[in-house]
């Protein structure tokens, strides 16, 4: 592999997703000093559209329409839910609702999954998931005096299925599990781990926060069930932008969830006297939608549907490949270490870094204008986003990463421990 900068430039001359860079703002900023941000998997950049589509919705359907704009309003989860389930999911219309977080619907699809498994009183997750997963899973068992059974995985090469495996049981109802661990990027197959679960009688809520809009999850082609996911993260929907959730057709009619709102509600203007869940996917909404921010996280989707989720892969495993074949060569020396799957179909599109003074290596990097993220233990988490990422600012974000631990500049920051105490 050629890992001059000549060759990271070729690869983007060569780069059928070049012209979406141009379509997110910082792209002007284009000279040798320029912002190398590589957290898109924090919070994605602004697509140039977006102020404009948020305006549109202020001031023409609120600030003209007032009220009148509210049928509209009504189906806008849907027909975004519909945008994502072709174009980043592949799932199909009417599986795919947008609103709430994604705390939020993990909740309400682990009750509605529990409880259509009565009888069985244990619940699954991963000991090495993201926080928010974890924290809903143990307060859904406390709740309904159910056991949490965390499997653990590797924090670098993620879960084994094998280990999964002999942790289901005839008492498991449900597993919740992240498709991209937030910390590795390490992927799990959908497929692989659905159809032991469904082996075993249990029903997986699927995390996508990390992969959607980075990798494919074809969730009707793995069978799966039930799943959320960011918005915010590669899908470019903004700071606080609502999330998705998806149930597959066949069980719709079957599930409950737990928050009975008047949008899920069948016939929702006849305000009934009485909760009556709608049809279809309408049954997992709550209450009126952020229609604001649903204006941003449909240009969003749009951009990533356009731009196409398998291109989007092949891109990121090649941006993330570039990142690890440069640690290897130019960082390893200094004591930099790969803390991802090194096989590009084994993770999604952001790539950690071990070092013991990764928490000051991060500072260093922002400082020097690259944006990273700090994870513990020591890790540094470079999500370089295939929609307006470059080959060179990988290269770029590497040499300042280079430069720095070269000239020992990260010693003069404070510790982490010290940051915390
Ligand atoms: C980012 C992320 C979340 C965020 O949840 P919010 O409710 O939007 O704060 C949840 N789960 C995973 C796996 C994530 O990566």
Known sequence: MDLSRAAASAADDADPLAGFRSRFTGAEDDGPDRLLYLDGNSLGRLPRETPAAVARVVEQEWGRGLVGSWADWVERSRRI?????????????????????????????????ADARPGRDVLV?????????????AGVAAQRGMTVREVDADIDEGLDPGVLAAALDER?????????????????????????????????????????????????????????????????????APAFLYVRRELQEELRQPIWGWFGQRDQFAMGPVYDPAAGVDR?????????????????????????????????GALTGLLIALADARLAEHGVTVASPRDAARRGSHVSLAHPAAWQLTRALVDRGVVPDFRTPDRVRFGPAPLYTRFVDV???????????VERAHEGYPTERSRVT
């Open 172 to 240: 498991v109802a449900v597993v919740v599990l992240s498709q991209v661990a937030y910390r590795s990027g390490a992927l799990v197959d959908v497929a692989v781990v659905t159809r032991l679960a469904r082996d075993a009688g249990a029903l997986v809520v699927w995390d996508l926060s990390h992969g959607a809009g980075a990798v494919p999850a074809d969730l009707t082609a793995a069978g799966a069930d039930l799943a959320v996911g960011c918005t915010y993260k590669y899908l470019n929907g903004g700071p606080g």
């Open 81 to 113: 839910g519909d945008v994502l389930a072709a174009g980043v999911l592949g799932a199909r219309p009417g599986e795919v609702l947008v609103g709430d977080s994604t705390s939020v619907d993990l909740y309400k699809l682990l009750v509605a999954a």
């Open 125 to 137: 997750c991963c000991a090495d998931d993201f926080p928010t997963d974890r924290y809903v899973v």
């Open 395 to 405: 290269w770029d974000a590497m040499d300042r990463l280079r430069t720095v631990l």
């Open 284 to 316: 997992f909404a709550v209450g009126t939608p952020p229609v604001l921010a649903m204006a941003a996280v449909e240009v969003g989707a749009r951009l990533s549907a356009e731009a196409g989720i398998d291109r989007l892969a092949a891109k990121g």
